[in-house]
């Protein structure tokens, strides 16, 4: 019998997860890290900002095969058909085969995953930063796909061990959804993959339309901590998701995720502070909100000085994947409520 996890437990695995995350990013860019040629390709792929190009495959019912497809570390797939046994290593891509209708297909999943609520009864791979081999291998898929948090280097490996990985590394909103439409090329699940990418567009829009009337003085500066200590500058989606709901984000000076200077976000004096719900540090073992409020000096900053702290789902603003534009939503609304309805 699985041992049932306690929510202290899991806390402490969503911190991991994230914190592995931000470590995995940072070093993407330190000295010799293997760089990612892209976000998959695919001859004449869907774009999700509604370009359309002659012949392209988003308009058709079916997936043809063969299908040639690159994954974000330049690898080519050839598919002859599609994948019938599907593992995860990544709850953003366990949520985009669900979200597809695959949940039968999947055979495994991380000990991350854990939404929809079908995905926790799938057997478990292990981290998503290193799964278990003897799991993956085991699970004998078709294809195993994984995401952000597993860096090339470990994927290499795994594909020595002759378990096929296919790797997406989603930097902004379009890639989540570029790489939606590309899963539903390669699972022959092309319609529900356009109906997701609409439902998506769809919420972006919501919220570029209800701050577009801002002037740059009525832009509201904002500091997100989405872990005790951590924060995140440009060139994520945490940090797109700031900027589309009319914020301005504090770090946005920084690159990537990074740990903050709690002298610095005094001085930036930030007017709204988001934090993921249900968070406990565990060092100081408060909650997020606590944690922020207490620090010393912080009293001085107007968010918290306004009651201007935001708790959001932890989930909807980390994983990169088909719940992300609702992340978004609950952003855009805790910047500016009387705006984003």
């Known amino acids: 019998m699985k041992a049932k996890l306690t929510t202290k437990v899991l806390h402490k695995r969503w911190l991991a997860a ?14 010799s890290a293997v760089k990612t040629p892209g976000q998959g390709e695919l001859a004449n792929p869907p774009k999700a900002d509604g370009t359309k190009q002659e012949g392209a495959a988003s308009t058709a019912k079916r997936t043809s095969y063969p299908l040639k497809v690159k994954d974000a570390t330049g690898k080519e797939f ?8 599907i593992a995860s290593t990544s709850p953003s891509e366990t949520e985009a085969l669900f979200a597809l209708g695959l949940g039968d297909k999947v055979v495994g ?3 991350f995953c854990d939404y929809p609520a079908e995905a926790k009864s799938k057997s478990k791979m292990g981290s998503i930063v ?9 699970a004998n898929a078709d294809l195993v796909m994984t995401g952000v948090s597993m860096k090339t280097q470990v994927v290499d490996k795994l594909r020595e ?11 902004t909103l379009d890639d989540v959804m570029n790489n939606l439409l590309m899963m539903g090329q390669i699972f022959d699940r092309q319609e529900q993959a356009q109906k997701l990418v609409d439902s998506m567009k769809a919420d972006r829009q919501k919220v570029v339309d209800a701050v577009k009337d801002l002037k740059p003085e009525q832009k509201k500066k904002v500091f997100i901590e989405f872990s005790p200590g951590w924060t995140v500058g440009k060139g994520e989606f945490i940090d797109e998701l700031i900027t589309l709901s009319g ?23 930030p007017q709204v502070i988001i934090y993921p719900n249900g968070i406990i540090d565990d060092k100081s073992k408060k909650p997020m909100d606590q944690l922020i409020r207490e620090r ?7 968010a918290v000085r306004s009651g201007k702290l935001v708790g959001v789902d932890k989930d909807l603003i980390s994983r990169p994947g088909p719940r992300i534009t609702a992340g978004l939503v609950e952003i ?8 984003v309805k």
């Open 130 to 138: 290193k799964p278990n081999e003897e799991a993956l291998i085991a």
């Open 332 to 339: 855009a609304k805790g910047i500016y409520p009387d705006l």
């Open 296 to 302: 010393s000096g912080w009293d001085k900053i107007e």
């Open 109 to 111: 999943v991380s000990d």
């Open 78 to 85: 050839v598919f002859e058909k599609a994948p019938e046994r």
């Open 161 to 171: 061990l002759k378990i096929n990985m296919f790797k997406v590394e989603p930097k």
């Open 247 to 269: 914020g301005i984000n504090v770090a946005g000076s920084e690159k990537g995720y990074v740990q903050i200077s709690e002298e610095k976000i005094i001085a930036d004096n």
């Open 18 to 31: 994230i914190l592995s995350l931000a470590l995995a990013a940072s070093l993407a860019g330190c000295g």
